[in-house]
């Protein structure tokens, strides 16, 4: 029935290849060894469950195909979502290997069935050790995919605002179910979305991608961090996943992920391997340094601002069967600490320093006068002026701070 993935960070600066191969092999467990390992390097591990769907049928290792349609014929039929007419809306795929498995339903949201199953599998993993539940599949809420025209389930028949309501009330009793169990509790959903900023505490969202990947449309759409910027300050969103969406430029997207304030995902899948991807290792390890301590006020508890005006060169990447596509020199962003402090983070993901002149004075009240300060891994400078000029180390995350002056 219910498919779970399991993935992991820590709050280690060093992402060693060992935890990428651990990563693999803990795949599809819950089993309590697998989080408290975890816990004791100083990470937290998650649980990724795929949404409401219903697998019917799906090949597993060994050549075995998992079935579950007496289950579903005798338990969930009268509970998923239906067609007009009444007939349980059963998919199908269309390739080889779908993740999906072969056939699916979707257990329908607004019922009590839904919402307690998933609110069971949810508190046996917080309970097993796995403190984070992601909500994956049900994309940004997913709504084409909950319109049910049962008159059975208890909702207005076919289209509504009901189907977001019944998905806030399952997240609603998911957090009052699972955080009592662990403080280190949190709810995480695929992509995005408005109306469960009271419920969630993480979102996975892709605008560190620099490809027109999904959910990006070809020709040339490109991701921003719209969403954080809005609301980075209610969630946190994180990354989903490196490499993925790089078009070859692993250390790129782990340099527009960091600045646009999310947390960093990885995955089994791809070469995440130090070794097979020394750049991205190099990279993550020094992002992580910076996130871990002076970026951390600013990207992890900090509003997103308007960056303000950066001299850098741009540069053109070439993406594969993407195409090609124009990056900055150096990605920037802008944050205002929970105690006014000013941060502009700048992350270069070349292997040369680079050099900036940055116009710190739109991010001032007009009048105003502050220290500056120029923070890299290896020291501290005072900066005077607000125009400042620096050299961001090769591959790390830098930070230019400003503290107001009357603060
Ligand atoms: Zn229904």
Redesign the pocket.
Known sequence: MHRTRTMAWTSSARWKSGWFKWWGACARSVEPQRPRALREAGGRGMIMLSGYRWTLEKKEGGGTVYTSDERFDREVKP?A??LPGGAPLIRHAVKEGDFHGARWAMM????DYAKKTIVDVARYCVQAGWPVIHFDQEVSGNYAASV???D??G?PVGHGKWAHEAMADLYKRIRETCAPLDPDFALSMEEPNELYLQQLNLCQERPFGITTEWPCRKPETRSAPLFMYLYHDYLVGWAAFYPWKAGGHSAEVVAKGFTAGQMPGLTPIGPADAEQDPALAEMMENCMKAYRTYALDYLLFGRMLEPPPIDAPDRKLQLGNQGETTVPAVWHSAWRAPDGRIGVALANSLEKEQGLKLDLTPLLPAGASAKVVYKTLADETPLAGLTVEVKVPARSLALVEMTIAGL
């Open positions: 509970w979502v239906c329908c949201r607004a019922t049910c025209y049962s059975q389930h909702h």
